[in-house]
């Protein structure tokens, strides 16, 4: 017999190799058809597999990601097998679930596939379905998994299988397809009802640009029909709100080629939408003590080599710059930590000076495969509101709350609901890291308990630390549902000791600080992307670049707008004029296009009685008003959005 002990730390005892399924089964025959996933142990477990020893189980439905995982996973198999029947030749790659769906890279041969392939691919994958067939794993030998794989002519899989340890190899097979998979994976595909194949994308095999280019598949799957509907039109709606768009639309931002791919251009709209929100940042920081520096775009590579950033994110970074100076070679900043550590050394510290706490609106850059960048969420060249803070072991919990507090406060002015990740490193993968696991037990456990006290629920994930410290990341949720890590907070025992960082103590000795790493934004690039989805490009009025566009109805009328511009910008009001010679109607569409808040109409009428006819974006007419009267107004809708 073996114990299972269940979340509210009940214990049952069930026979060896029972199955998490029989486990549910034995709660509720309800929970047993529910059920997608499972851990034992906090490891991924598949509900149809045995389990032989004691241990803590927890299940997961649909509604879980870890059942979403799980049930895209298989999903990602099916799309194989689906590939596998259909086309000749094709060698299989990798293909995990991702946050929406999954997808599988192939090399296709021979054959060429496009999105006039989709929905002969549905309809196999769904002939498969119908097969209900069961998803069996397999615990397999190295060398017969390199007999297996190499037979069936599947050479990336066997690349795979040559880095693996003998002993830790299992496959999947479902029908005729077996796949190299660690899962976990549901029991048999009948639970999948509804497949679309969404699009196909280029993709270097293991991300490496000398590398063969393979063919992405991106599919998604659901256990409901309505499911899918609803996530197809939500995906027409992402589409409206798609921030490249939006920024076009706004004269916000634009790319060029002949700049470069992945480095963006801030237009004069769009530069004046950053520069507020730096503004607004920087006030709050101000009433926290924070001390505003500047660090240079470029740093020498013994830095980074230092800071660890090098060994780490070298092979991400751009090429070094080599200087005339024989053996003298820089980088493209790809952090601003290695400089403000750098800054905290230009001086003796004391006790007395802690906390310190350096900020920087400083652009960084990281050489993103091209195949990954994708408008302003991805990009090579990006502007982090970061600042870092140096502080004694009793200062660290206030510092690290401090920080959670504006974070808090800048998520809500914009409106965003958020969730918290803590992220801690893989305890099974140390080499990823930089420290001692002293360090990084304090650490971890500091955000642990800065979370606790600020009663604030945070998912504890392994893997997802920095390489240098924990942190806790927000997870924002858009007016779609979808989450984008924006905020992060971070702790640091690391760099400090590397660069050999030190205060004198109330006790006269050498002391090490600790290091607290912060971007409320994330980026600013990053943010405005979100936030223009997230609103569909309606920004909040203190943060639009105009507020007003004032429209004559003739060209009669130009002299009076232009009078009305005036009055509104000398009363701290953004506006401007369109002075095309256009129909007013054609006027109203193409501003309303560029998400305008307000537009004013003016004629005879208006201008006899130092007028504006009213508009609001979304709203319509909402009759005329004194110049100054309007002028009020808006200055008082701006101070009660920014006194939220």
């Known amino acids: 017999m073996i114990n299972i002990t269940f979340p509210d730390g009940n214990i049952k005892q069930f026979e060896d190799g029972v199955t998490p399924l029989q486990v549910a089964e034995s709660i509720s ?15 991924d477990w598949d509900i149809s597999r045995p389990i032989t020893h004691d241990g803590a189980i927890k ?11 799980a049930f ?42 496009t999105s006039a392939d989709f929905a ?9 379905v119908a097969r209900k067939e069961d998803v069996v794993r397999r615990d397999i030998s190295k060398a017969d998994a390199l007999k297996f794989f190499g037979d069936a002519g599947q050479t990336l899989k066997c690349e795979l299988i040559n880095e693996l340890e003998d002993g830790h190899i299992t496959t999947y097979t479902q029908g005729n397809f077996t796949d190299l998979c660690r899962g976990p994976h549901i029991p048999n595909t009948a ?57 076009k639309d706004m004269e916000l931002f634009a790319f060029s080629q002949n700049v470069g791919m992945g480095l963006p251009l801030w237009l004069p709209k769009g530069a004046a939408l950053r520069n507020r929100l730096q503004d607004y940042l920087a006030k709050i920081q101000k009433k926290y003590g924070y001390l505003q520096v500047i660090t240079p775009h470029i740093g020498n590579k013994n830095l980074y080599v230092t800071s660890g950033h090098y060994a780490k994110y070298g092979k991400d970074s751009f090429q070094p710059i080599h200087t005339p100076e024989e053996g003298e070679e820089y980088l493209l900043k790809p952090m601003n930590c290695p400089h ?6 230009t001086s003796p510290r004391s006790y007395k000076d802690l906390p310190l706490r350096f900020a920087e609106f400083g652009t960084v850059y990281r050489y993103e495969q091209s195949g990954e960048l994708h408008g302003l969420t991805r990009v090579r060249s990006f502007t982090q509101d970061d600042a870092h803070l140096y502080c004694t072991p009793e200062q660290l919990k206030q510092e690290f709350l401090n920080v959670m507090d504006i974070i808090n406060h800048i998520l809500g002015v914009f409106g965003f609901e958020y969730e918290a990740q803590i992220s801690l490193r893989d305890p099974k993968n140390p080499t990823k890291y930089v420290g001692s696991d002293e360090n990084w037990q304090r650490a971890e456990q500091a955000i642990i308990e800065a979370c606790a006290e600020k009663g604030l629920p945070a998912k504890q994930v392994e893997g997802e630390a920095a390489f240098y410290g924990p942190k806790l990341d927000f997870m924002v949720k858009d007016a779609l549902g979808r989450r984008w890590q924006l905020g992060t907070i971070q702790v640091d025992y690391n760099l400090p000791e590397r660069f050999g960082l030190e205060y004198t103590g109330a006790d006269n000795q050498k002391h090490r600080p600790i290091m607290i790493h912060r971007a409320p934004f994330g980026s600013l690039e990053r943010f405005v992307a979100v936030l223009l989805e997230h609103t569909a ?3 909040p009025l203190w943060l639009v670049p105009d507020q007003v566009v004032v429209l004559p109805i003739s060209e009669k009328y130009n002299e009076y707008a232009q009078h009305v511009v005036e009055a509104l910008n000398d009363n701290d009001v953004r506006a401007i004029i369109d002075d095309r010679n256009e129909k007013i109607g054609k006027k109203i569409r193409d501003n309303e296009l560029k998400r305008i808040p307000y537009l004013l109409i003016v004629g005879e009428k208006e201008a006899s009685n130092e007028e504006v006819s009213v508009r609001k974006q979304g709203e319509g007419d ?23």
């Not at 993709?203 to 256990?223: C, H, M, N, S």
């Open 191 to 247: 639970p999948i009802k509804a497949v679309k194949i969404l699009s196909l994308a280029g993709a270097y095999w293991r991300g490496d640009e000398k590398r063969p280019q393979l063919v992405r598949v991106y599919g998604i799957t659901f256990p409901k029909k309505s499911m899918l509907d609803e996530y197809l039109t939500l995906l027409e709606e992402a589409k409206k709100r798609d921030h490249r768009k939006i920024g």
């Open 622 to 644: 909402k009759g005329s008003k004194k110049i100054i009267t309007f002028a009020t107004e808006i200055n008082a809708e701006v101070a009660a959005m920014m006194n939220k």
């Open 59 to 69: 299940f997961f439905k649909w509604e879980d990601e870890e059942g979403k995982h």
């Open 120 to 128: 002969k691919i549905e309809k196999k994958m769904l002939e498969l």
């Open 340 to 345: 403000h550590c750098e800054i905290f050394r």
């Open 72 to 113: 895209w996973h298989t999903s990602a198999h099916l799309l194989a097998e689906a590939l596998q029947e259909l086309y000749k030749g094709v060698q299989f790659g990798i293909g995990p679930a991702i946050e929406n769906g999954f997808y599988y890279d192939i090399d296709p041969g021979e054959n060429t596939l």
């Open 537 to 539: 490009g309606k920004l």
């Open 29 to 43: 025959a309800g929970l047993a058809r529910n059920i997608l996933a499972a851990t034992l142990n906090d490891e």
